[in-house]
C-alpha cells in the first residue's frame, strides 16, 4: 500500500492534505448519516486529522487506522487523551473508552478487531489511493464495514494537470466502485483549487446499503 511513499510524507511533514480546522462538509452533513451519539464511526487512514476531535465533540465514539505511527502519536498528543496500547495481530491498539486507533496496513485490519461500527467517514481514503488499489480498498471496506452507512469526500479534475494524491475520481468510476453495495447520493459539490493550481470539484457523497 505504497508504505515507503506514506511514511516518507510524515517524516518529511509533507502533510498538505492535513486541514488546520475539521472539514465543513463533514460539519455540514454529519446529520445524513442519521445517526445518534454515541455511535461508533470508522475512519480508515485518519491521519491525525481535526475531524476526529470535533466528531468526539459531538458524542460519537471514533475508530481510526493509518500506516504512519507519527500521524497517530501526533493526534495521541494533540486529544489529551490517556490511551492503553497494546498488540493486535500486526496492528498497534491505542485504546479510549471513546476512541479505538490502529497502527499498521489497513488491509489487515479485520472485522474482529474493528468490532461493529455505526457509520464509515472517508475523506482522505480512497482519493490518496492509485487506480490499481482502489478495487482492493473497497471490497475490504465492504467486508469489515458491515452494514454502515458512509460520508465520502471525493475530487474530480483533470488528472493531466497533476499527479495524485489527491487522485481524481470520476462520478462513472465511483459508481463502478460502489454500486453493487451501496445506494449513492451526491450531497454537495464546491470548487476547490488543489495544492494551489489545479481546480477541482469537491464532492460529498452519502452511501447507504
Same mark, same amino acid.
Given at each position: 500500500m505504497q508504505h515507503e511513499f506514506w511514511h516518507q510524507k510524515w517524516q518529511k511533514n509533507e502533510i498538505g492534505f492535513h486541514l488546520s480546522q475539521p472539514h465543513p462538509l463533514l460539519v455540514k452533513y454529519m446529520g445524513c448519516l442519521n445517526i445518534s451519539p454515541n455511535s461508533r464511526i470508522f475512519i480508515p487512514l485518519c491521519g491525525k486529522s481535526l475531524d476526529i476531535h470535533w466528531l468526539?465533540?459531538?458524542?460519537?465514539?471514533?475508530?481510526?487506522?493509518?500506516?504512519?505511527?507519527? %500521524?497517530?502519536?501526533?493526534?495521541i498528543s494533540t486529544l489529551g487523551l490517556s490511551f492503553t496500547e497494546m498488540q493486535s495481530g500486526n496492528?498497534?491498539?491505542?485504546?479510549h473508552p471513546q476512541i479505538d486507533l490502529f497502527v499498521g496496513d489497513f488491509f489487515e485490519l479485520t472485522i474482529e478487531q474493528l468490532g461493529q461500527i455505526d457509520a464509515i467517514y472517508d475523506r482522505a481514503a480512497l482519493v490518496a489511493l492509485p487506480e490499481q488499489?482502489?478495487?482492493?480498498?473497497?471490497?475490504?471496506?465492504?467486508?469489515?464495514?458491515?452494514d454502515a452507512s458512509q460520508l465520502l469526500i471525493s475530487f474530480e479534475y483533470d488528472q493531466s494537470m497533476? %499527479?495524485?494524491?489527491?487522485?481524481?475520481?470520476?462520478?462513472?468510476?465511483?459508481q463502478d466502485y460502489y454500486s453493487s453495495e451501496? %445506494?449513492?447520493?451526491?450531497?454537495d459539490s464546491q470548487n476547490e483549487l488543489l495544492k494551489g493550481k489545479v481546480n477541482a470539484q469537491e464532492k460529498i457523497w452519502l452511501l447507504e446499503k
Open positions: 468526539l465533540g459531538q458524542g460519537y465514539h471514533v475508530v481510526g487506522v493509518d500506516l504512519s505511527p507519527i %500521524a497517530i502519536q501526533d493526534l496492528l498497534s491498539h491505542f485504546h488499489m482502489r478495487s482492493q480498498y473497497v471490497q475490504h471496506l465492504i467486508q469489515i464495514g458491515g497533476m %499527479a495524485g494524491p489527491p487522485f481524481s475520481i470520476s462520478t462513472q468510476q465511483l451501496y %445506494a449513492i447520493q451526491l450531497l
